[in-house]
């Protein structure tokens, strides 16, 4: 029997940071994982160091269910991002391993292609209102399907969502951003400005906008109703979900879909939001959600009651979720929609993958197991940053969702 001799951890910073888990068998095949959870590397980074690897040695790599069980049953205390971020990098590694033997691509050991390829969202954003424009037009013509759309509001300076170079890249500081936000200035705003993206560009692609959990579930229903004509594919994160009663308020006022989950991690945290039919889209992640075999539990869920898939695709998830959430997205029925975002440069001389964009949609080769390989040599050019998520503050000081 094969068992699983080597498991390292690997934090850098090739263009931000990324935490790769590395699984080797006795037999030589080594899988992938990705624990990157933003501006909290470190603490994931320990959990795999010193809790889950000196579990792993000798394991069987083949009993993927049994290993997930163990890690989550068996560390007493369940759920929270870091400990199902650092299960999701074992699962996933322990999914590439099983394709390389198999020597099938990921996507054919979930039950194969569902569909030719998975349509996604790109980020269109400006600083202002022109801006914005000329990058919705810029994504339009690149041949994107589905554009989501995000801008300052006035007097307040930058905001979540807008780029400032190339990349999107909101964890910028060695110690958190404290960004203004108030709510009456961006319902006042962010609706005009959606209105006139359809108004310039029409209805013949998919608009979405991200909320950014900013707002009260009353103040949701009333942003959700005031863009019911522009059809938006959906209005994300209206409000924070820890609460997920609070979105039964916000349904009851609007026909705007609604997509949640990309910062909860669990079957659970999403239970009530999927079978009460609260939500229309499940955003919940491969490397944050505890990995394919979790993520699939999941998903599984929401096909029973009609919601979709549309996961976290921002750069801060590696290239090796990228890569697994594709294998994932090709196969199941009620696949709606992936983010994507491209990496910079630099990330891209760390991570190797298969991935390619189309016409909006990306698609990956037949190479077995997930089809993505890590530099270590390179990476070892981009030590790790610390770098933190900013932090929202309302204008009479307070601290707000950012
Ligand atoms: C955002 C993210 O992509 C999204 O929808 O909500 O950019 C999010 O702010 C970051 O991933 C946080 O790390
Ligand atoms: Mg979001």
Redesign the pocket.
């Given at each position: 029997m094969s068992t699983i001799e080597r498991a390292e951890v690997f934090v850098a910073s090739p263009g931000r940071n990324f935490v790769t888990l590395r699984i080797t068998t006795s037999d030589g095949v080594t899988g992938l994982g990705d624990a990157t959870l933003?501006g909290r590397e470190l603490a994931v980074a320990s959990y795999l160091r010193d809790h889950l690897v000196p579990l792993l040695i000798g394991r069987d790599p083949a009993r993927i269910e049994d290993i997930w069980q163990f890690l989550y049953k068996g560390a007493y205390w369940r759920r929270g991002p870091v400990t199902m971020t650092a299960i999701a990098a074992v699962d996933v590694a322990l999914w590439d391993i099983k394709g390389k033997v198999a020597g099938l691509p990921v996507y054919q050991l979930l039950g194969g292609r569902s569909r030719d390829g998975v349509m996604v969202y790109s980020h269109a954003s400006g600083t202002d209102v022109p801006s914005l424009l000329d990058d919705v037009a810029k994504f339009r013509d690149q041949g994107y399907q589905a554009i989501r759309a995000q801008t300052g509001v006035p007097g307040l300076g930058g905001s979540?969502?807008v780029r400032k170079g190339e990349v999107?890249e909101?964890?910028n500081g060695s110690l958190p951003d404290e960004q203004p936000w108030s709510t009456e200035a961006y319902l006042d705003f962010a609706p005009t400005y959606l209105r006139e993206v359809r108004e310039k560009f029409g209805y013949g692609f998919h608009l979405l906008h991200?909320v950014?959990h900013r707002l009260t579930p009353i103040e949701a229903a009333r942003f959700g109703k005031s863009v019911e004509d522009l059809r938006l594919f959906w209005m994300?994160?209206p409000t924070p979900a820890e609460n997920q009663e609070a979105f039964r308020l916000i349904r009851r006022h609007t026909t705007t879909p609604i997509a949640t989950g990309?910062i909860l991690n669990s079957i659970w945290d999403v239970k009530d939001l999927i079978t009460e039919q609260l939500i229309d889209y499940v955003r919940t992640t491969v490397v944050h959600a505890g990995g394919i075999t979790h993520l699939r539990r999941i998903f599984d869920l929401a096909a029973l009651y009609q919601v979709r898939t549309g996961s976290?695709g921002?750069t801060?998830l590696s290239p090796i979720s990228l890569a697994a959430a594709v294998h994932v997205d090709l196969t199941v029925p009620n696949f709606g929609i992936q983010?994507y975002m491209p990496h910079v440069a630099e990330t891209m001389q760390v991570f190797r993958t298969n991935v390619t964009l189309k016409n909006g949609m990306l698609d990956l080769s037949d190479e077995p197991g997930l089809g993505v390989e890590y530099d270590e040599k390179a990476a070892e050019r981009f030590p790790y940053d610390p770098k933190y998520?900013p932090v929202a503050r309302r204008l009479d000081g307070s601290v707000h969702d950012w």
């Open positions: 933003n979540y969502g999107y909101p964890a991200d950014h994300e994160d990309e976290h921002a801060d983010e998520l």
